[in-house]
């Protein structure tokens, strides 16, 4: 699926079966809801702490809310997300392009 396939069917799903998007500050309340979730399986995972028995172990399906979330918001503001990845993408690599390879820390 393509980011553009994907900002399509959540749009399609949105408008119909959930009826209509939050408003843009529902979305952003929900979608930093969704990263304390990814947080919460990775400092149990990967961290210090351990999980609870009622932890939600899927780092997948959290990370995929997060996406969906993602999506919503770029939807509802007009944003193409394949442009804007194109566009970052295209920033990263003129502006770290030697800034990784000359990390002594790496």
Known sequence: MTIEE????????ITTTG???????TNM???TEEVGEVAR??????GEQSF?????KNLADELADVLWVLIAI??????NLTEAFEKNLEKKNKRDSQ???NNKKL
């Open 41 to 46: 399986i990775i400092s149990r995972k990967y």
């Open 6 to 13: 994907a900002q399509n069917t959540v749009d399609k799903w």
């Open 74 to 79: 770029a939807n509802q503001t007009g944003v």
């Open 52 to 56: 609870k028995e009622t932890d939600n």
């Open 99 to 101: 800034r990784h390879i």
């Open 19 to 25: 009826v209509r998007y939050f408003n843009e500050l």
């Open 29 to 31: 309340a929900i979608l």
